[in-house]
């Protein structure tokens, strides 16, 4: 959002928000390769859940994993390249912050995969010993 715009009140800069925040979300998605590795593991998920017909309680909290990984993956994404602007040069801090933001992705990736695994495990085994 530009300085001008932080001045001005109205619906204008409501929707143009929108705009900005849209013209982010579609750079990360063209553009960074781990966010288009979580899309397809997203995806797989969603076809897994419709397969198996998940209670709805699962699906809200498959949808709460999945926007939550994204909005970290892009949060991180925002770190590095702030970091990457404010120095070209390598500096030991620099790929710390750099690191420590892709350890938080790392954290909640585990913890999605955990999630995962026991929402799908009992709608699996049931498929498997069930024919």
Request: proline share 2%; aromatic share 12%; hydrophobic share 55%.
């Amino acid at each position: 959002m530009d300085l001008k715009d932080r001045r001005k009140k109205g619906w204008g800069r409501f929707f143009r928000s929108f705009r900005y925040a849209s013209r982010g979300l579609r750079n990360v998605f063209l553009e960074e390769q781990n966010i288009q590795l979580h899309l397809s593991a997203a995806a797989i998920a969603i076809i897994m859940a419709f397969v198996f017909s998940i209670p709805l309680i699962h699906w809200m909290i498959l949808i709460i994993v999945i926007g939550g990984m994204f909005a970290l993956e892009i949060i991180n994404t925002a770190i590095e390249r702030v970091v990457d602007l404010i120095t070209e040069e390598y500096h030991p801090s620099a790929e710390l912050a750099k690191d420590i933001a892709a350890a938080a992705v790392f954290v909640y990736s585990i913890a999605a995969i955990v999630v995962g695994v026991l929402l799908f495990y009992q709608p699996i085994v049931s498929l498997l010993f069930t024919n």
